[in-house]
């Protein structure tokens, strides 16, 4: 309709709307009439919001830090970065041993659990629990726990007066290169029981080495600036050492 006039009356519940034109199809003039009736609605996204709605709890457990707290960040991103309307975050509560998310989906909450542990290894467990009843069916939420233990690749470990250096972190399961023995161990995060961390950007510092004499390479020691002796690592001109109760290690290349 060309040169179309519109005239609307009424509330904004119920609208009459006149109006007056020109027939694009025939020109003829052309007017008359239509009422339009609303009425106000919520959403099922937004009326799951308003509610508090939630189908999972997912526990984000660990030392308290960086780490966690950048691991935190992500998994708030992912939810709010969701392709779907349906997945959103409905609270979050900070816990003495981590963080809880209430969150809207299960199979996302597990997903992006899973994602985690990938990245950064840890433990995954998950338990339910029956909330209700809908249309003779039981309706479950569930809790998804991860535990990320507070060191990553190329930090140290001390276990057992060995140190090892992390090569890999995948799950549950740790890959360590040992020190002494230059060869490489696979352990449960389980087994790894009072272990002490040091962590590899702020305690293993790279050094040259000044000169060599056999099996033994001299550096500066970066800690009280005097000259050492290490056990060498053969045609390396730069070495990342360690100190550890007074006593320097050369971490051993992965």
Known sequence: MRDATFDVSGDEYNRKVSFEGISERNGEDRKGQFFLQTSPSTCPVCAKKLGNYYEAILQLRGEKGQLLDSILSQLLEEVENAPSRDVFLT????????????????QYTRSIARRAIDHYGGT?????????????SELYRITVSIRIPNFQ???????????????????????LLNFRTRSRE????????????????????EVDVLYRQGDTAYILDPFDFKEKPVVDVKGKGKIKVIKVEDEIFVVPPL
């Open 91 to 106: 609270k979050m509560d900070r816990k003495k041993e981590g963080y809880d998310l209430l969150l809207s989906d299960k």
């Open 124 to 136: 995954f467990k998950e338990t339910s629990h029956l909330v209700g009843m809908k249309e003779g």
């Open 153 to 175: 690749k190329s930090d140290v470990l001390s276990v057992d007066k060995n140190l090892y250096l992390v090569v890999s972190i995948r799950a549950d399961v740790v890959t």
């Open 186 to 205: 696979k352990k449960k995060l389980q087994d790894l029981e009072g272990y002490s961390v040091y962590k590899g950007g702020e305690t293993v510092k």
